[in-house]
Nanobody, 124 residues
C-alpha cells in the first residue's frame, strides 16, 4: 500500500522560508505526477504546485515566483521550497500523487493518493 509522508511544516514569520518534503513508500512503479495542495478550514483543497518530472512543473498564480517544487522520481520524493511566506500561506499542506495520466494536474480530482498533511503557520 502506497503511503505519502510529509515533513517540514512549522511556525514561521512573514518573509521567512520553509521547505516541505514528501516521501512515498510502498510502491515500485512510477507515477504520472506528484504535487502539493493546501487547505484551510471551511475551504476547498487548493492546488499549489505539481511536477510531472524535473522539468515539467506547474504552479498556482498565488505562489508562482515564491515557491519551487522539485521531484526526484528515483527517490520517490517531492519537495516544496517556499520563500517570502505570507500569512495567507497559512494552511495544512498535503502531498499527493497522480498515479495515472490526467488532465487535472491543477485540481484535487487528478490525484488519488494523499498524505496526512503538515501544518504551515505564517505569523504577521
Amino acid at each position: 500500500q502506497v503511503q505519502l509522508l510529509e515533513s517540514g511544516g512549522g511556525l514561521v514569520q512573514a518573509g521567512d522560508s520553509l521547505r516541505l518534503s514528501c516521501v512515498a513508500s510502498g510502491r515500485t512503479f512510477s507515477v504520472y505526477a506528484m504535487g502539493w495542495f493546501r487547505q484551510t478550514p471551511g475551504k476547498e483543497r487548493e492546488f499549489v504546485a505539481s511536477a510531472r518530472n524535473a522539468d515539467t512543473l506547474y504552479y498556482s498564480d498565488s505562489v508562482k515566483g515564491r515557491f519551487t517544487i522539485s521531484r526526484d522520481s528515483a527517490k520517490n520524493t517531492v519537495d516544496l521550497q517556499m520563500h517570502d511566506l505570507k500569512p495567507e500561506d497559512t494552511a495544512v499542506y498535503y502531498c499527493a500523487e497522480a498515479t495515472k495520466p490526467t488532465y487535472y494536474l491543477n485540481s484535487y480530482e487528478g490525484y488519488d493518493v494523499w498524505g496526512q498533511g503538515t501544518q504551515v503557520t505564517v505569523s504577521s
